[in-house]
């Protein structure tokens, strides 16, 4: 005879740590704030959820504030240890007279697994060289990270990060004229294998980049106005990318930037209605990623994988065609 008793319910003390650590990784990813909740109900659950709580980190700050805000993460080593992804935005103005808060450098030197690192402070290139004050407290600091990878910077005063962070592997600048620095790009992060950039790029640069940064998969150029860039087409433009063996993915700008006739807003004799631009800009798109296919995507070409047009991510599928897939 089978036995009717019914089996006890497991009690959370009997719940081993890994258990516990699968909870929380559904919750991230379900319920962030019941995470939080959870990390509230005794020691050990705080000991499991912590470094998934703050593995990673976006905050938007005041630029007078931050200094006391960091000290607070610098207080906690868990925290300190848990963190992958750091994106800074300073949303006020830094003003003349302020310099950088020391306190980010001591927290990118405290962040030891950081990854991933991304920083955008106000509107800076109207005050100067805000950042010359301190640099050197910066720099004369150990800022190897071998566990950094990519980097995102939003002010070309940012720019001695790149100089003085250990080889990347990915890198966005944004106002930046990156032309200046693609030697010592090179010299710097020969493995590259992203390189996204504000500003167009012409034909010889194109061929710079190819020589000095031979790795890259995943290039990007996202300028307002492509044809202040080259005289021709769009297509014909990057048509020079073949020098890339390894080329992966390729990044523009808006398809209305990029020139293609029929699509330049200021060729237009009277405006459109939002149906007709949506019209227009819907051909555009099929005749650029056509384009692609035939005078990019050759036997001795780049095997691309995606393009992504503004906010359109197009990927190529099992027939070798791009397909647009949605928008991002």
Not at 57 to 74: M, P, Y
Not at 265 to 279: F, G, R, T, Y
């Amino acid at each position: 005879m089978k036995s009717t008793q019914k089996s006890e319910p497991t009690q959370y003390s009997a719940l081993n740590d890994d258990v516990l650590y699968h909870l929380c990784l559904l919750m991230r990813t379900d319920n962030f704030q019941g995470l939080i909740k959870l990390s509230m109900v005794d020691r050990r659950t705080r000991v499991v959820s912590t470094p998934l709580m703050f593995e990673q980190i976006e905050s938007f700050l005041a630029w007078d504030r931050a200094q006391e805000k960091f000290e607070v993460i610098l207080e906690n080593r868990t925290i300190l240890s848990s963190v992958r992804v750091l994106s800074l935005n300073f949303w006020d103005d830094a003003k003349p007279e302020h310099s950088v808060p020391s306190a980010i450098f001591t927290l990118l030197a405290s962040l030891t697994h950081l990854v991933e690192f991304s920083i955008t402070v106000g509107i800076l290139t109207k005050h100067g060289p805000l950042f010359q004050s301190n640099i050197d407290e910066y720099l004369s600091g150990s800022l190897s990270h071998p566990s950094l990878r990519s980097l995102h910077i939003g002010n070309r005063e940012l720019m001695f990060l790149v100089e003085s962070i250990s080889p990347l592997e990915s890198l966005v600048i944004e106002e930046l004229p990156f032309q200046l620095y693609i030697e010592k790009l090179g010299d710097l992060h020969p493995g590259l294998r992203k390189l996204h950039c504000s500003g167009g790029c012409d034909t010889t640069n194109v061929r710079r980049i190819a020589r000095c940064l031979p790795n890259l998969r995943d290039i990007g150029f996202l300028s307002i106005g492509y044809l202040r860039y080259w005289a021709g087409s769009i297509l014909g433009h990057l048509a020079s990318f073949r020098v890339f063996p390894m080329l992966e993915s390729i990044t523009l700008s808006d398809i209305l930037d990029l020139g293609i006739d029929g699509c330049i807003p200021s060729q237009w004799e009277v405006p459109l209605s939002e149906d007709e631009l949506i019209v227009r800009k819907e051909r555009a798109i099929e005749r650029l990623l056509e384009g692609i296919e035939n005078d990019i995507m050759t036997e001795d070409g780049p095997k691309l994988q995606t393009v992504v047009i503004g906010h359109i991510l197009c990927k190529v599928d099992a027939n070798g065609r791009l397909r647009r897939v949605k928008r991002i």
